[in-house]
C-alpha cells in the first residue's frame, strides 16, 4: 500500500520503516504495548501518589526526582518518536518518568481539592477516549491533512499562550486570581484539542498499520498516544478544580 502524509511525524515513521524487517505493525501490537506502557505509568503513578498522601508532603530527594521526571519524559518522547530502534526503551522511560510525576501532580491536586477529583479526572479521561474512539470508529470522523495543520497551529497558540501566561504572573503584571476566567477558556480550548488530537493518533495507527510499517513503530504510536491521554487527563484535572473553586 501506498502512503502518502503532510504530517513530518507519519513520514519521518515511514522513512525509518523503509528498510525495515518483513514483520508488519498490527492493531493488536499497538493495543499490547499501549496497556504496557499505561499499565506502567500508572503503576508508577499510584505509588507516588499514595506516599505522597500518605506523608502529605513530599521527601527531599522526591521533590529533586519530581523535578527530573518532566524533563525526562520530554527527551524520552523526542528520542522515542525519532529513533525506531531505541523506540520501545525511551517509551518505557517515558511512562516510568511520567508515571512519578502524575502521581505527585495528582496529589497534590487530592489535597488541595478533595471530593475525589483525581477520580473524577481518570472517568473523564476513559469517557473522552470512548467518545472519540467510537466517533473514529465510525467513520463519521475524517482526520485529514487541513485538520492535522489546524490543531497543531491550535497546539503552538496554547503553548505559548501558557508561557507568556507564567511569565506575566511571575512579574506581576496580573495573578491568577483576576484572569480566571481567561484561564478556564484557554483550559477548556485544551481539553478541545487534546481530545481531538486522540484523532489524530487513532489516523496514525491505522495509516501505520495499512501502510505496512515495521513493527517497532508500534511502541512510536503507542507513545504518541499515552502523550496525548497524559495532556488530556492534565488539562481535565484543571479543569475540574477551576469548576469547582468557582462554587
Known sequence: M?????????????????????EQASYTGVVLKSGFLLFTMMIVGMFSYSQLLTQSTVPGFGIGLVIAAPIIALISVIIGM???????????LYALAQGLFL??????????FGDGIVAT???????????????YSSGLFRVTDALRRVLFTAL???LFTSI??????????????????????????????????????????????????????????????????????????????????RR
Do not use: H
Open 2 to 22: 501506498r502512503y502518502r502524509s503532510a504530517n513530518p511525524v507519519l513520514r519521518g515513521m515511514r522513512k525509518q520503516t523503509a528498510y525495515a524487517s518483513a
Open 82 to 92: 525519532r529513533s525506531l530502534r531505541l523506540s520501545w526503551f525511551f517509551s518505557t
Open 103 to 112: 502521581g505527585v501532580i495528582s496529589g497534590i491536586y487530592e489535597i488541595a
Open 121 to 135: 479526572a481518570m472517568l473523564a479521561t476513559v469517557g473522552v477516549f470512548t467518545a472519540m474512539l467510537v466517533l
Open 156 to 158: 503552538l497558540g496554547l
Open 164 to 245: 507568556f501566561l507564567i511569565i506575566f504572573s511571575l512579574i506581576g503584571v496580573f495573578n491568577y486570581g483576576q484572569m480566571m476566567g481567561f484561564i478556564f477558556v484557554i483550559v477548556l480550548i485544551s481539553v478541545i484539542v487534546a481530545s481531538l488530537y486522540l484523532m489524530v493518533d487513532f489516523d496514525n495507527i491505522k495509516v501505520m498499520v495499512e501502510a505496512g510499517a515495521d513493527k517497532r513503530t508500534e511502541w512510536m504510536l503507542s507513545l504518541g498516544l499515552l502523550v496525548t491521554l497524559v495532556w488530556l487527563y492534565i488539562e481535565l484535572l484543571r479543569l475540574i478544580a477551576i469548576l469547582r473553586s
